[in-house]
């Protein structure tokens, strides 16, 4: 078992930036891809970015130059940099773990967080 715990959600204006952080626990971190999806009301989770142990990472055209993901193996955290947020940016950002390479089908993804509401207003 992997337990995800997300944090640094909030309200922000349009053009601002957050940082997200997943904090991993339980069975070996350094064996999972990490990922982090969102999901807007009335709308289907979408992927946002992925990055494996070494650093392989890919990322939705959506938010591409404006958000980064990043890992830090020694915390067993990964972390969402998103900058220049939008209106549009407003979700539930879930992160998320599997045990294959960097995916952007959540259905490959094993272990879920319970998510961190971010808020971008205009």
């Known amino acids: 078992q992997v337990q995800l715990v997300e944090s640094g959600g909030g309200l922000v204006q349009a053009g601002g930036s957050l940082r997200l952080s997943c904090a991993a626990s339980?069975?070996?971190?350094?064996?999972?891809?990490m990922g982090w999806f969102r999901q807007a009301p009335g709308k289907e989770r979408d992927f946002v970015a992925a990055?494996?142990?070494?650093?392989?990472?890919t990322i939705s055209d959506s938010v591409k130059g404006r958000f980064t993901i990043s890992i830090d193996n020694a915390k067993n955290t990964v972390y969402l940099q998103m900058n220049s947020l939008k209106p549009e940016d407003t979700a539930v950002y879930f992160c998320?773990?599997?045990?294959?390479?960097?995916?952007?089908?959540?259905?490959?993804?094993?272990?879920w967080g319970q998510g961190t509401q971010v808020t971008v207003s205009s």
């Open positions: 998320a773990a599997s045990g294959t390479v960097p995916s952007s089908t959540s259905r490959e993804y094993v272990y």
């Open positions: 339980g069975r070996t971190f350094s064996t999972y891809t």
């Open positions: 990055i494996s142990q070494r650093s392989i990472s």
